[in-house]
């Protein structure tokens, strides 16, 4: 069965600086689509980035950057110029057969 | 674009009551909803696929007949607790697809939070 893990449950960085998370799935698929979830405390459900995983290229959106290792099964996430906005709780997650298979969280704190 | 919306977003019940939530996308349309379930501080947790004008498809573990699903037309799909107990008490998310788009993408609802007395 396909898993999704997210090893970091919490994570801070100061305001302005970047921060990683990470992110690695097990498949056994070659084409699949990858997702970045961010769930704010109203607990809305907002899509950052997403990744199919045909393409070399790494998906970017804004500050918003993936670094996409398929071979590794690795998928984080690299949040730039961080904002207290951007403070959340994130969630990977494998789309498999069109269900989305999320991972365990992590929460990203930003600090001013 | 991509909204989906969801009602209500607070609702307090009796035990042994039922209560039904909603979901509408609302600027396109959906083949396919999904429901999750999310207790505080953890993942989501996919209860049933919501296919328009067919059954649902339960996740192991779900019980079909305490979470009454149905999919009435392109931009609706409701989920009824039946019977609701306090073990029922959770935010429930829905979730679309857009049939148009081939990228898989869900967009989300707001949530509803339940709480069964």
């Known amino acids: 069965a396909q898993t999704v893990t997210q090893s970091q449950p919490e994570m801070s960085v100061q305001e302005a600086e970047t921060v990683t998370l990470s992110c690695t799935y097990d498949t056994s698929e070659s084409d699949y689509y990858l997702f970045w979830y961010k769930q704010p405390p109203s607990r809305q459900m907002i899509l950052v980035i997403r990744?199919?995983?045909?393409?070399?290229q790494n998906a970017t959106e804004n500050r918003f950057s993936v670094n996409f290792q398929k071979a590794a099964k690795s998928f984080s996430l690299k949040i730039s110029d961080s904002q207290l906005g951007d403070a959340a709780m994130y969630f990977c997650a494998y789309n498999q057969g069109g269900k989305l298979i999320f991972g365990q969280g992590t929460e990203l704190s930003v600090k001013p | 674009g991509a909204v989906v919306s969801q009602h209500p977003s607070w609702v307090i019940c009796k035990s042994g009551t039922s209560v039904k939530i909603e979901c509408r996308s609302l600027?396109?349309?959906?083949?396919?909803m999904f429901w999750y379930r999310q207790f505080p501080k953890q993942s989501l947790m996919l209860m049933a696929t919501?296919?328009?004008?067919?059954?649902?498809?339960?996740e192991q573990g779900v019980e079909k007949d305490k979470f009454l699903i149905n999919h009435a037309s392109l931009t609706l799909s409701t989920l009824t607790v039946t019977s609701a107990h306090p073990e029922d008490s959770s935010f429930y998310i829905c979730?679309?697809?857009?049939?148009?788009?081939?990228?898989?993408?869900?967009?989300f609802g707001p949530g509803t939070r339940l709480l069964v007395l």
């Open positions: 990744q199919e995983a045909y393409k070399q």
């Open positions: 919501s296919n328009e004008g067919s059954k649902a498809t339960y």
């Open positions: 600027d396109f349309q959906a083949t396919t």
């Open positions: 979730s679309a697809r857009d049939r148009r788009s081939h990228q898989e993408t869900q967009y």
